[in-house]
C-alpha cells in the first residue's frame, strides 16, 4: 500500500468522529466529511497526497511539505445558510488557495459527486511526485 492509500484511509477512518462531533456541538462545519473522504477516496484524486484544512479537502503531490506541490484546486465544505433551520451542506469548488475575496468558487453544489469531479478536472494537469 502506498503512502497516499495510508493517508486517504486514516482520512476516512476518522472522518466518522469528526462527523459526530459537529453534530454533537452544532457547528459551523457539516458532518459531511466521511461522505466527502470516501467519494474521493474513490476517485481519481488517489494519485494525489490528500490533507485536510478546517473545512477544506486539499491535496498535495507528496507527503513532504518542505518540497511537495500543495495544489490550488480544493473543496471547501460549509453549510448553505448557517442560521436557517433547514439548511444543508454545501460543497464550494475552488480553483486555487487561498480563495480570494473577489472571485467566486469554480463550483457551488449540494452534490458531493459533481464537487469531486468538479475537483478531479481542476486537478487533471497537475502531476503527483514520482
Same mark, same amino acid.
Given at each position: 500500500?502506498?503512502?497516499?492509500?495510508?493517508?486517504?484511509?486514516?482520512?476516512?477512518?476518522?472522518?466518522?468522529?469528526?462527523?459526530?462531533?459537529?453534530?454533537?456541538?452544532?457547528?459551523?462545519?457539516?458532518?459531511?466529511?466521511?461522505?466527502?473522504?470516501?467519494?474521493?477516496?474513490?476517485?481519481?484524486?488517489?494519485?494525489?497526497?490528500?490533507?485536510?484544512?478546517?473545512?477544506?479537502?486539499?491535496?498535495?503531490?507528496?507527503?513532504?511539505?518542505?518540497?511537495?506541490?500543495?495544489?490550488?484546486?480544493?473543496?471547501?465544505?460549509?453549510?448553505?445558510?448557517?442560521?436557517?433551520?433547514?439548511?444543508? *451542506?454545501?460543497?464550494?469548488?475552488?480553483?486555487?488557495?487561498?480563495?480570494?475575496?473577489?472571485?467566486? *468558487?469554480?463550483?457551488?453544489?449540494?452534490?458531493?459527486?459533481?464537487?469531486?469531479?468538479?475537483?478531479?478536472?481542476?486537478?487533471?494537469?497537475?502531476?503527483?511526485?514520482?
Amino acid at each position: 500500500m502506498t503512502e497516499p492509500d495510508l493517508e486517504w484511509d486514516a482520512r476516512v477512518r476518522h472522518a466518522p468522529m469528526s462527523d459526530s462531533r459537529s453534530r454533537s456541538i452544532n457547528s459551523w462545519v457539516p458532518p459531511v466529511e466521511e461522505l466527502l473522504w470516501r467519494t474521493a477516496r474513490a476517485s481519481a484524486l488517489v494519485r494525489f497526497f490528500p490533507f485536510s484544512s478546517h473545512n477544506c479537502l486539499r491535496l498535495a503531490t507528496s507527503s513532504d511539505f518542505a518540497t511537495a506541490e500543495t495544489l490550488g484546486p480544493c473543496i471547501v465544505y460549509c453549510y448553505d445558510d448557517f442560521k436557517a433551520p433547514d439548511r444543508r *451542506p454545501e460543497y464550494w469548488v475552488w480553483d486555487v488557495w487561498p480563495q480570494e475575496p473577489s472571485r467566486e *468558487p469554480v463550483l457551488r453544489t449540494y452534490d458531493v459527486d459533481a464537487a469531486v469531479r468538479e475537483l478531479e478536472r481542476l486537478t487533471a494537469d497537475f502531476t503527483p511526485a514520482a
